[in-house]
């Protein structure tokens, strides 16, 4: 055996390989990215503002190209850094990260719906309240 077969490993995927009954990646919208949520709701809260990016960018001590940047999804800022431009808009850094973590969350809902419209079969959700286990909680399957 030579040493290149003894360093394979077998690959398990995160995801179900698709099918042919699965619409093409390209049909589906793509996975959202945290740094583009972020960076549109720094952008959304600043705009709403009606506030330039030379301001927020002075408030915040972040250069004005690297926080153009962040807004468009280009450079994935440092929590420093999203907490700077957060308070420069009267923000908390959790505030940013919950308005992204809904934006997530309905963006993947949706792009979950377009994947089970898309299939013939569908997909099932399965939801179980009540206690899981001695902690408690829910349980969601799709």
């Known amino acids: 055996m030579t040493i290149r077969a003894t360093n394979q490993a077998d690959v398990i995927p995160l995801r179900p390989l698709p099918t042919a009954a699965d619409p ?12 583009d949520l972020v960076g549109e709701v720094l952008r ?3 705009r709403a503002q009606g506030r ?18 962040v807004e468009r999804g280009r450079k994935e800022a440092s929590s420093e850094v999203l ?16 308005l992204a973590g809904e934006r997530l969350v309905s963006l993947t809902a949706a792009r979950s719906r377009s994947r089970t419209l898309g299939t013939a079969g569908g997909h099932r959700s ?11 909680g829910v349980l969601l399957a799709a």
Not at 53 to 68: N, P, Q
Not at 83 to 96: H, M, N, R
Request: overall charge positive; proline content about 8%; cysteine-free.
């Open 83 to 98: 907490a700077a431009a957060a308070q420069a808009l009267g923000l908390s850094l959790a505030d940013v990260l919950a």
């Open 126 to 136: 399965v939801r179980t309240t009540g206690p899981a286990g001695p902690m408690g």
């Open 44 to 46: 959304r809260e600043r």
């Open 52 to 69: 330039t990016l030379k301001d927020v960018s002075e408030a915040s001590r972040i250069s004005m190209a690297y926080l153009s940047e």
């Open 24 to 35: 093409a990646p390209r049909d589906l919208p793509r996975e959202p990215l945290w740094r």
